[in-house]
């Protein structure tokens, strides 16, 4: 598998939760607890936001929180905010090459 | 605080080369694996390359294997990514990015990365 697969867009008004979700393979997501998600605003570095599935870095809002169910995790965002609005990259270990990253999903704040 | 600061890109015709070096402070840099991740104008990550706190293992992805090489210098505190045989599919931005200790081998995990340099490669 070339990437994990996630959600193109996902939108919701302030206030408001949102889930993206981060699909994977029994050879990745599924076997291991070593997914990581990253906040990307335009023109800006990748930030971590979780890793480990559900571990918040130092600093990082606890309106975010991550889980995993199967061979999908998912990053929820509690909240909502304007300045949340970026773009969401999740990253898993995979056993059958160097650890890949999702799709990315552009989260839109109404 | 730990910084990473990437320079070295620009444009530069298919086939030729460049060297990126990313300089690090706050830390040291030989004892942390450190990476090259790229980002296509408009499209997703892709880890390309990483170096261990060791020296060795050293990865390169398919993508780029034979035609980039990782390195590092521990006086200068630095990394570098140095890019032969450029193609049109190169064209991104380059970020150097920190791996914390503990991530394992292989694991997509980055704590500090740098703000990016682009790296166009157009006749």
Sequence with gaps: QSALTQPASVSGSPGQSITIPCTGTSSDVYAYNYVSWYQQHPGKAPKLMIFHVSNRPSGVSNRFSGSKSGKTASLTISGLQVEDEADYYCSSYTSTTTGIFGTGTKVTVL | ?123
């Design chain 2, 1 to 123: 605080q730990v910084q990473l600061v990437e320079s070295g890109g620009g444009l530069v015709k298919p086939g030729g080369s460049l060297k990126l070096s990313c300089a690090a402070s706050g830390f040291t840099l030989s004892d942390y694996y450190m990476n090259w991740i790229r980002q296509a104008p408009g499209k997703g990550l892709e880890w390309i390359s990483y170096i261990s706190s060791r020296g060795t293992p050293i990865y390169h992805a398919d993508s780029v294997k034979g035609r980039f090489t990782i390195s590092r210098d521990s006086a200068k505190n630095s990394l570098f990514l140095q890019m032969n045989s450029l193609r049109a599919e190169d064209t991104a931005v380059y970020y150097c990015a920190r791996a914390p200790v503990g991530a394992m081998i292989d694991e997509p995990l980055f704590d500090f990365w740098g703000q990016g340099t682009l790296v166009t490669v157009s006749s």
